[in-house]
C-alpha cells in the first residue's frame, strides 16, 4: 500500500431504510480500515460523487424483475452511487495505473476498492469540467434524442425540469431544435431561473394551480414531445395537452420514488393514446450504453462552446453526503448536487 494511504477511511451506512420522510438520521458516518485491492482490483482514493433522488432507499417488493436490484440499500451497508476518483493502488490483473482517474458505483466513501471492470477510465479533456463527467446528461440526451425523438420546431415540455436531469433535458431539447420549451418545478424561484438562466420558455410551478390547467396556458397549441421524470398528475397533465403524434419519454418516476412506492401506477386510457397515436417509451441509459461515446461527444463540445451549463451545487467532506441527498430530495437545490470527498 502506498505511505501516503491512510490506514482508516470514513465512509456513509444506511442505519434505517426510511418509510416516510428521508432525514440525515437514516444514515451514520463510520471509520473503516483501507483495505488493499486483490487481484484484478484497484483502490481509488474519491474526489467527487453526486446524489440523486434515485438513491432515496426504496423498498420495492421484487427488484430484480425491475432490474432495480443495485438501487436498494440494505441497513448496515455503506450507500453507493457515482464518484470519481485517482487510482492510488493497482494489483495484478488490471491495465489501470496509479494516477489515472477513473469513474466508478462506490461513492459514499472517501476509499473504495473497486473491480477494475467496473471502474471506467476517464479520458482528460473531453468534458472541460471533471464534474460533468458525473452529471446526469446521459439519462437527459437519451430522453430527449432517443426517448421523445424531439425535432426542429417542436413545443417540448421537461417534467422536473430543475433537477440534475431536468436541467440539462431542457438544453438538449433546444439544442435539437425545439422551439418552444416548457418545465415543470415547485417553486417560482426555480421557475424564474428556468426561464432566465436555462432559455425555458415557460415553467409551470406544482402547487400553483392544477398542472394541465398551467401547461394549456403555457403551450396553448398542445405538446409534441415530453420528457417525463416525475410521472402521476404531471404525466397525466401533458397527455391532456399532448398533441396528436406526440412523443414520449418515461425517464423516472420521482413523484412514486420519493414517496417510497416507487411501483405506484397512474391510470391511463389505452384508447387514448391510440387514438391520438401517442408513444409512451420507457427510456433507461443501460439500454442505450452504445450510444455515450456520441452524448459524451456532444455533451463535451455544447459546454466548452457555452451553448450549454451544468447547474450544481457542491458540498465539501463525505459526512455531508446525508445532508445533500436529504436537501436534494425536498427541493431545496436547482441541478445536480455534488460532494467533496
Avoid at 63 to 71: G, I, M, N, V
Wanted: glycine content about 10%; charged content about 20%.
Amino acid at each position: 500500500m502506498p505511505l501516503s494511504v491512510p490506514a482508516t477511511h470514513r465512509q456513509v451506512l444506511l442505519a434505517a431504510r426510511p418509510q416516510d420522510k428521508l432525514t440525515t438520521d437514516h444514515f451514520e458516518v463510520t471509520t473503516a480500515p483501507v483495505t488493499e485491492p486483490g487481484p484484478g482490483q484497484v483502490l481509488v482514493r474519491n474526489q467527487l460523487m453526486n446524489v440523486a433522488a434515485v438513491m432515496r432507499p426504496l423498498t420495492i417488493a421484487d427488484p430484480d424483475r425491475f432490474a432495480l436490484a443495485q438501487l436498494l440499500q440494505q441497513p448496515g451497508d455503506p450507500m453507493h452511487g457515482p464518484a470519481i476518483g485517482e487510482v492510488v493502488a493497482a494489483a495484478p490483473g488490471t491495465d489501470l495505473v496509479p494516477g489515472e482517474l477513473v469513474r466508478h458505483r462506490l461513492g459514499w466513501r472517501e476509499y473504495a476498492v473497486v473491480d477494475a471492470a467496473e471502474a471506467q477510465r476517464l479520458s482528460p479533456g473531453t468534458l472541460p469540467d471533471p464534474a460533468a463527467y458525473l452529471s446526469q446528461g446521459f439519462a437527459a440526451w437519451l430522453g430527449v434524442v432517443r426517448g421523445a425523438e424531439v425535432r426542429a420546431g417542436d413545443t417540448v415540455f421537461v417534467t422536473g425540469a430543475a433537477g440534475g436531469v431536468g436541467t440539462l433535458a431542457g438544453q438538449f431539447a433546444r439544442l435539437h431544435g425545439a422551439a418552444r420549451v416548457i418545465g415543470s418545478t415547485g417553486s417560482p424561484r426555480k421557475a424564474e431561473y428556468l426561464v432566465k438562466e436555462l432559455g425555458y420558455d415557460a415553467a409551470v410551478i406544482r402547487g400553483a394551480g392544477p398542472i394541465e390547467d398551467q401547461l394549456r396556458e403555457a403551450a396553448p397549441d398542445g405538446i409534441d414531445a415530453v420528457f417525463d421524470n416525475v410521472g402521476g398528475e404531471q404525466l397525466l397533465a401533458a397527455l391532456a395537452v399532448a398533441r396528436r403524434g406526440a412523443r414520449f419519454a418515461l425517464v423516472g418516476a420521482l413523484s412514486a420514488q420519493l414517496t417510497g412506492d416507487a411501483m405506484a401506477t397512474v391510470p391511463i386510457s389505452a384508447f387514448d393514446l391510440i387514438a391520438r397515436g401517442i408513444t409512451l417509451r420507457g427510456t433507461a441509459a443501460y439500454d442505450y450504453l452504445d450510444a455515450y461515446p456520441q452524448y459524451e461527444r456532444e455533451f463535451g463540445r455544447a459546454l466548452s462552446e457555452g451553448t450549454m451549463t451544468y447547474p450544481h451545487t457542491r458540498l465539501r467532506g463525505v459526512e455531508q453526503a446525508p445532508r445533500a441527498l436529504c436537501e436534494l430530495v425536498e427541493g431545496r437545490h436547482v441541478g445536480a448536487v455534488l460532494v467533496e470527498l
